[in-house]
Nanobody
């Protein structure tokens, strides 16, 4: 069973940046398209960025131009560089396959506030 461990969240002022990491155990990581999801209080979890096995990325409109997803298959890790952060980006961030095939990790809290 693959385990996912997210890290890198924190409190940041509007306009700031954070880099999230998601480390996956197991040797099959590179076989999967991966995604970053977020869940704000009282809202459903949503996919905000995805990356294929080959490295092609996709984003929802609300983060396009501000977030960059990447992966390092040798390290079984997927990253989310978040720039120009806004209060609406406040949420718990999770990673998973784009079909949510792995067990969810604990997530990492991102709070954007002045």
């Amino acid at each position: 069973q693959v385990q996912l461990v997210e890290s890198g969240g924190g409190l940041v002022q509007p306009g700031g940046s954070l880099r999230l990491s998601c480390a996956a155990s197991g040797s099959t990581f590179s076989f999967y398209a991966m995604g970053w999801y977020r869940q704000a209080p009282g809202k459903q979890r949503q996919l905000v960025a995805s990356i294929t096995r080959g490295g092609s990325a996709g984003y929802v409109d609300s983060v396009t131009g501000r977030f960059i997803i990447s992966r390092d298959n040798a390290k079984n890790t997927v990253y989310l560089q978040m720039n120009s952060l806004k209060p609406d980006d406040t949420a718990v961030y999770y990673c998973n396959t784009v079909t949510t095939g792995f067990r969810w990790g604990q997530g990492t809290q991102v709070t954007v506030s002045s």
